[in-house]
């Protein structure tokens, strides 16, 4: 798991830790010390901790006029046994929505696990965006944990799913990967042709 770094192509347009607005602002990142873990096995120094002990991110791109984040998850997650929907949603959304963020693009195809509890975060975090047009998607999510997302009635207030999946997005620029998720999520167009 330590050699999973964080998607880093896009680091000429945004870095979260130098932008102001973030909730990483100001970090630093120690690249040869590995001291975050996921089932015991050190992860990569880049990801950052948001005060789950089992899940990661990386916010890979932020676009204020576009109102958008793009951002990669790793490891488990756990709304179950350690509320990792609450973390999520206290330390990372509420810092960027009142900034205008309200279309959220969550990279999953590193999370092995999803262990869902209720819904109540995801109905906050919609209920906070959906006037201004938000919406919340959810990228190449494993079989098993979307079946476990769907379980816990999250289709209802997030977008994953298979149209959702298998989206080769790595060679697209951020502003392009959001255009095409958003035609996708607004249903413009039903599957994406990367």
């Known amino acids: 798991m330590h050699d999973i770094e964080p998607h880093f192509k896009w680091r000429d347009r945004y870095i979260a830790s130098e932008d102001e607005r973030s909730p990483f602002r100001g970090r630093v990142y120690d690249e040869f010390k590995f001291t975050n873990k996921i089932y015991n096995y050190f992860i990569h120094p880049q990801w950052d901790e948001f005060g789950s002990a089992t899940l990661y991110l ?18 488990e997650w756990n709304d179950c046994l350690s509320n990792d929907i609450m973390f999520l949603k206290r330390e990372i959304i509420d810092q960027l929505v009142p900034y205008g963020i309200t279309k959220f693009v969550l990279i999953c195809e590193n999370v092995l696990n999803f262990h869902g509890s209720d819904d109540c975060y995801y109905e906050e975090w919609y209920d906070d965006i959906k006037d201004e047009g938000g919406w919340i998607c959810l990228l190449n999510t494993l079989q098993h944990v979307e079946e476990e997302m769907k379980s816990t009635q999250l289709q209802y207030f997030i977008n994953f799913g298979e149209e959702f999946n298998d989206i080769n997005w790595r060679p697209h620029r951020p502003k392009v990967l959001f255009s095409a998720i958003d035609a996708l999520v607004n249903g413009m167009v039903k599957r994406l042709t990367f």
């Open 58 to 75: 990386k916010i890979l791109a932020v676009d204020y006029n576009e109102s958008y984040a793009i951002i990669e998850l790793i490891g």
